[in-house]
């Protein structure tokens, strides 16, 4: 089992290569993780408008008649690696996501409190549906005693209504950067860290590919322990963290903490 004082870290964020099940005493406030999709994803395929010569290997993809057992281990990992008020937000495409929702029903930790909904436009292959696509992000909690603002500092409040459950947020592009066939946009996970943590709560994905959701809380003084099983997922994250530096959410007017250091 790994022990997370032990692990490689970066300042608040720790990086380690390794299995979601070898994860133990993280003590976590909040999991936030995007798993596998199940579909024999690759992030190659043409309809992603990406360079796939900058889309590196070694994604860990789950197989179809293992997901409803992987989500369960999944809900597992996340119940014994979060503290006992600690909450879990898992992200989900369409084609699963019914699997999820009975799992997280069915599971004796964790109780779901509602939904959230992330929309983004998904235009350049889209001739003959809707150019777009919807997220469902599932909200899981242990007990009655869980933290949430119904504010946060990003347009998604601060234009419009504020506290609504649908996230309209478009995917930003890093170019010219090695790319992780899947990663979550920094504000998403801004967003999700305002509402549902407070600065120097402990964030927890052990399915962190690029890195995002950690990146996302050190840059608002979170600290965030992070995992996967690939070694190119890790390079992304240290490329990504090079690149954006101070600037992690560089159109955004709140304070946060320099990932300069890491």
């Not at 989500?71 to 999820?100: C, E, M, P, W, Y």
Request: aromatic residues 12%; proline residues 4%.
């Amino acid at each position: 089992m790994s022990d997370v004082s032990s692990a490689k870290s970066r300042g608040d964020l720790v990086y380690e290569l390794q299995d979601m099940e070898e994860w133990s005493d993280v003590d976590a406030d909040i999991a936030i993780t995007d798993p596998p999709f199940g579909l024999e994803f690759d992030g190659k395929a043409g309809n992603y408008n990406r360079d796939v010569s900058r889309v590196v290997d070694g994604y860990v993809e789950w197989e179809t008649n293992e997901y409803s057992d992987k989500i369960n281990q999944l809900l597992d990992v996340l119940a014994r690696n979060t503290n006992a008020n600690g909450q879990a937000i898992v992200f989900s495409g369409k084609d699963n996501s019914h699997l999820l929702h009975q799992m997280v029903l069915d599971h004796d930790t964790w109780r779901l409190e509602g939904k959230l909904y992330w929309a983004y436009n998904f235009a350049p292959y889209c001739k003959k549906r809707p150019a777009h696509n919807v997220y469902e992000l599932f909200w899981m909690v242990k007990g009655d005693d869980w933290f949430y603002s119904n504010e946060c500092s990003f347009d998604h409040c601060q234009e419009g209504e504020a506290n609504l459950s649908v996230l309209d947020i478009k995917r930003n592009y890093l170019k010219e950067m090695p790319k992780y066939p899947t990663r979550l946009p920094l504000e998403v996970v801004g967003v999700l860290l305002e509402h549902f943590t407070e600065p120097g709560d402990k964030v927890f994905d052990p399915l962190a590919g690029s890195g995002s959701v950690g990146i996302g809380a050190a840059g608002l003084g979170r600290e965030a322990v992070l995992g996967d099983l690939n070694e190119n997922a890790k390079q992304v994250f240290e490329t990504t963290v090079e690149e954006l530096e101070n600037n992690v959410f560089p159109d955004h007017n709140t304070s946060h903490a320099s990932l300069s250091e890491f």
